[in-house]
């Protein structure tokens, strides 16, 4: 919070631009302990809730064209240099990989008197899940002896805030779901250091901060609190953005006219008012009211996805006779002039609704926008075809994948922003494809890597401070190794997850029945889909054994496994992993396999069928490639079959592929369309009714509208050659662009007669790959070709 917003959404723009750029850490700085120490507040309560101000004031004989820091803080920090915002973090990691920010913080800096001034602050028992913590503290490293002046010790000075007290702890109680974000802020102005960040404020009352221990970088230190690790990925973006609409208001009469900027609202002294604000969709932001006057008032902000009628969603659009419930914050202004409020962390809404009490004076909201943030990914992909409603399904979905991306990936923003592994391998392709920048799915790999159990397994999402091991999810972190070696030249990233790897794989060999050549009962929670025959997502057979989905999963994943380790020089245990996977597909197919049915049943007993089974025994290569396309009709049109949500409908495109039905899935994308004709503006979690409104795994389409329909796919490990392979089902025209790490390809295709192609095709310098229409393949080369092909 600071009083003066002018010229605030260009400062904050220049300063992520800035914080953005490349600043190379200090070698010394990961070989042993740090010179700077780890402070706090002294007499804190360590491990409780808590919001601290930090500031350090330096003097500079001249501004430096130079001046690098590294940051971290537990839990958070936010970093002002001379009153101008320049970064937040940690990254989220764990404590043996504690994400520390390296920042060259010379644009901010001045000849003669400097300040750093940091906000901290520890959520205690009231943290999000998402968050690992040890306790309250602050790191600031000089790079050098040339910034060894900012280096954290008792030299800064701390301020305990009173302000802040956590509200809306009861969010998973009130919305009956399970929802683990952290607390809202209640923040009484009357309490708050204003201007704290600003040079010309007076510290002289502050105590000293007390230090707490010797930060130690990875692979030193004995007696460890943190290890600190550089952060692997970039600072995230921030940008402003204005809510749209006022929807209805009770109590004061409200234009749109404080939402644009144009005049201030004014609620008059002793009123109760209610203004919903629509943003028009669903976004992740950082709510910034500006007030003036008000003493005596109070403001709720509450943040919903959707309005409800008894809990119940309904039409995304509509507000009649709908009430919000959702998370919330409060501020109580002090009568004070310009009084800017922003939560501590950021908050997901499409509706915001303020809840207004005044007492003697009159409050007058100036402004009320939000500052948009996320993982600063950039489009670079392109699709468009002869359906126009397909960039609408485009367009939402890529705002999906943006709303779930952050620090990690997200499972939803709303609910839980939690990193699993069944959303990430999916959230990860997409990534990989629409922008280029594949440094978010390095992170989630190796945050998972850190999150194994003694037993061998991941954890089913990670970071976490909470236990949860999802067995099933294991499997899919490592089919996400194998996506990355699929589309990334990286041998040294990969190799050191191959252990890991077989720890996972090795589990599971222990689960084996050895009579019935499937898996026995398994441990933890099985989840496979949230279907409605699979109680908590688990399908039959998973805790009392020989479940095919499972067994299956497991095989397809051993195959994967098999080629990264045939292909680093393990040819053993390739060999083991291949033959086993024959082996136990063998015996699924003996025993699961319903001939009358044509259909793979969940269990040996063949008392249950899902859409599931017929999936993944095709992706597993467990229906013999004659009978491939026959049992996947049946998954199609069998509507007596348990069915795929959203999130496994990503898989049943793969087995279509597989199949060679690729041309169906144009077919498959009516559950896409039946969200946006109810007022979505982001894909949900599942089917109506459904928790959650925004969850990436429902985004597949941005993936599959580039590798499916335009049917871009590395041909070779490391996209070392593409394979071009449309499938265009009922579409004249199709375009679409992909990042490449060598340059983009681009791919131009039109129908021709009954069923010929005319095709433009684009490869970067030094790569080659093939075009496949039907029976016809046509070699490519680098550069710009054009050819006719007629079927």
Request: glycine share 6%; proline share 7%; charged share 15%.
């Amino acid at each position: 919070m600071h009083r003066s917003i002018v010229l605030w959404s260009s400062l904050l723009l220049l300063c992520v631009q800035l914080c953005a750029q490349e600043a190379v850490v200090n070698p010394a700085l990961l070989k042993g302990p740090w010179s700077a120490a780890w402070i706090s507040a002294p007499q804190a309560a360590q491990r409780d809730y808590g919001v601290y101000h930090f500031r350090k004031t330096i003097t500079l004989n001249s501004k430096p064209s130079k001046y690098i820091i590294h940051i971290s803080a537990d839990n958070r920090y936010r970093l002002w240099v001379n009153g101008t915002p320049v970064c937040s973090g940690p990254a989220r990691g764990d404590l043996y990989n504690w994400n520390f920010e390296t920042v060259d913080i010379a644009p901010y800096l001045q000849s003669g008197r400097n300040v750093l001034a940091a906000l901290v602050w520890n959520m205690g028992v009231y943290a999000p899940v998402a968050q690992v913590s040890n306790q309250t503290g602050l790191v600031v490293q000089g790079d050098t002896e040339a910034e060894k002046d900012v280096n954290t010790n008792p030299s800064w000075k701390v301020y305990t805030d009173t302000a802040y007290t956590p509200c809306s702890i009861d969010n998973g109680r009130r919305l009956h779901s399970y929802m683990v974000v952290g607390p809202g802020d209640h923040v009484k102005a009357a309490a708050y250091p204003w201007n704290w960040e600003q040079t010309a404020y007076d510290d002289a009352g502050w105590p000293a901060a007390v230090s707490v221990t010797t930060p130690q970088p990875a692979g030193s230190g004995s007696d460890n609190l943190w290890t600190l690790v550089p952060r692997p990925i970039p600072l995230m973006e921030e940008k402003p953005q204005r809510l749209q609409k006022v929807r209805r208001a009770h109590g004061v009469t409200a234009n749109d006219d404080f939402l644009t900027g144009k005049a201030p609202l004014t609620i008059p002294a002793h009123t109760t008012a209610s203004i919903l604000l629509d943003q028009t969709f669903n976004t992740t932001a950082y709510p910034e009211l500006t007030v003036s006057k008000g003493a005596g008032s109070s403001v709720k902000m509450t943040y919903a996805e959707a309005l409800f009628r008894n809990y119940k969603k309904g039409n995304r659009n509509e507000i009649e006779g709908r009430e919000i419930m959702g998370n919330y914050d409060i501020f109580e202004p002090d009568g004070g002039e310009h009084r800017l409020f922003r939560p501590l962390w950021f908050r997901t809404y499409r509706y915001l609704q303020l809840d207004i009490t005044t007492g003697n004076e009159p409050l007058v909201i100036n402004e009320l926008t939000g500052s948009y943030t996320g993982y600063p990914f950039v489009q670079k992909a392109r699709f468009s075809s002869s359906d126009p409603s397909l960039q609408d399904i485009w367009n939402v979905g890529w705002r999906t994948a943006r709303l779930c991306a952050g620090e990690t990936y997200f499972d939803c923003p709303y609910y839980e922003q939690l990193q699993y592994e069944g959303d990430t391998r999916i959230q990860s392709l997409i990534s990989l494809y629409v922008t280029g920048d594949d440094r978010l799915m390095r992170k989630a790999i190796h945050d998972f890597y850190c999150s194994r159990v003694p037993e061998g397994l991941t954890q089913g999402r990670y970071p976490s401070n909470r236990l949860q091991v999802i067995p099933p999810f294991s499997l899919y972190w490592v089919s996400m190794v194998y996506d990355y070696w699929m589309h990334r030249k990286d041998d040294a990233f990969i190799q050191q997850y191959l252990t890991a790897i077989q720890g996972v794989l090795d589990w599971y060999e222990k689960h084996i029945d050895p009579q019935r050549q499937m898996l026995g009962p398994m441990p933890w929670w099985s989840f496979v889909d949230w279907n409605h025959a699979f109680p908590g997502g688990t399908p039959d057979g998973a805790t009392d054994g020989n479940s095919s989905v499972i067994t299956l999963q497991y095989t397809y994943t051993l195959q994967q496994a098999a080629a990264l380790f045939a292909a680093y020089g393990k040819p053993a245990v390739a060999q083991h992993y291949s033959g086993l996977a024959a082996a136990l597909n063998k015996a699924t197919y003996a025993r699961c396999f319903n001939t009358a049915r044509n259909e793979m049943a969940n269990t040996p007993a063949q008392n249950t069928f899902s859409q599931h089974a017929g999936i993944i025994a095709v992706l597993a290569g467990a229906i013999p490639q004659q009978q491939e396309q026959t049992v996947l009709r049946r998954v199609l049109d069998d509507t007596t079959l348990s069915q795929a949500t959203f999130y496994y409908r990503f898989y049943l495109n793969l087995a279509l592929k597989k199949a060679g039905m690729a041309n169906l899935y144009y077919q498959q994308l009516q559950p896409w369309r039946d969200m946006l004709a109810i007022g979505l503006t982001t894909f949900a979690e599942n089917p109506e009714p459904t928790r959650s409104d925004c969850h990436a795994w429902s985004a597949s389409p941005n993936y599959d509208f580039l590798a499916t329909i335009c049917g871009i796919m590395p041909d070779k490990p490391g996209f070392a050659e593409v394979k071009i392979q449309p499938a265009m089902g009922a579409l004249t025209a199709v375009s679409g662009t992909v990042p490449h790490p060598k340059g983009d390809i681009t791919v131009n295709l039109k129908r021709t007669g009954n069923n010929g192609v005319a095709a433009e095709i684009t490869l970067p310098p030094g790569l080659t790959g093939r075009f496949i229409w039907h029976n016809s393949t046509v070699p490519l080369k680098a550069g710009k070709q054009n050819f006719l092909i007629k079927n």
